[in-house]
């Protein structure tokens, strides 16, 4: 089965840096996409991470470490509109993902 | 540009009647398409995937005679809501993907669905 756990609400001041953790214990593992999704949106594509390590893209960072079934999301230098859930999501076979249930980010001045 | 397009945005439809939402590949192809459900405040659940020529895989819990799913060509799977219910008001999303790699996956747009 698919268990994938993340924080369910996270609060952070703009400018400051936030880390959204994701643990997950899957049969069958091929990658870790993180994706943003404002109300009401669909989800957009932030990062994906088959390999461990750091991917870094502007302000938002991916890491994994598959050994420990963990991940991160790091956001830096906040802004107001990154106030959203994001949503950490594994796929194991083919192109099918099981998504966490996802951490709702409130930015604040 | 979108590389999925989903039809309709929104649809509010009474409680007994059928509705169908359309899930399309532009610009290519794709041999399997997935369905996802999300309530207020939750994260996206997979309802099913949906199989070129052949029926569809659903997850447990979902029911299929209800959620009539057909992938009648390689850029195209519909997702029939049939004799529709107010809990069965969701937003319904559909994903594909391009390529053999995991980064290739894309989503429509999002079809919210109002029973009344």
């Known amino acids: 089965g698919q268990n994938i756990d993340q924080p369910t609400e996270m609060t952070a001041t703009e400018g400051a840096i936030v880390q959204i953790n994701c643990t997950y214990q899957?049969?069958?593992?091929?990658?870790l996409f993180w994706y943003q999704q404002h109300a009401g949106e669909a989800p957009t594509f932030l990062s994906y991470n088959v390999l461990d390590g750091l991917e870094e893209k502007g302000r938002f960072s991916s890491f994994l470490s598959r050994s420990k079934g963990y991940s991160y999301l790091l956001l830096k230098e906040l802004q107001m509109k990154d106030s959203a859930s994001y949503l950490c999501a594994v796929t194991g076979t083919a192109s099918k993902l099981t998504f966490g249930t996802g951490t709702r980010l409130q930015v604040t001045l | 540009g979108a590389v999925v397009s989903q039809h309709p945005s929104w649809v509010i439809c009474k409680s007994g009647t059928s509705v169908k939402i359309e899930c399309r590949s532009l610009d290519f192809q794709a041999t399997t398409m997935f369905w996802y459900r999300q309530f207020p405040k939750q994260s996206l659940m997979l309802m099913a995937t949906?199989?070129?020529?052949?029926?569809?895989?659903?997850e447990q819990g979902v029911e299929k005679d209800k959620f009539l799913i057909n992938h009648a060509s390689l850029t195209l799977s519909t997702l029939t809501v049939t004799s529709a219910h107010p809990e069965d008001s969701s937003f319904y999303i559909c994903?594909?993907?391009?390529?053999?790699?995991?980064?290739?996956?894309?989503f429509g747009e999002g079809s919210w669905l109002t029973v009344v």
């Open positions: 949906s199989n070129e020529g052949s029926k569809a895989t659903y």
């Open positions: 994903s594909a993907s391009q390529g053999q790699t995991g980064n290739t996956i894309y």
């Open positions: 899957t049969s069958g593992f091929n990658g």
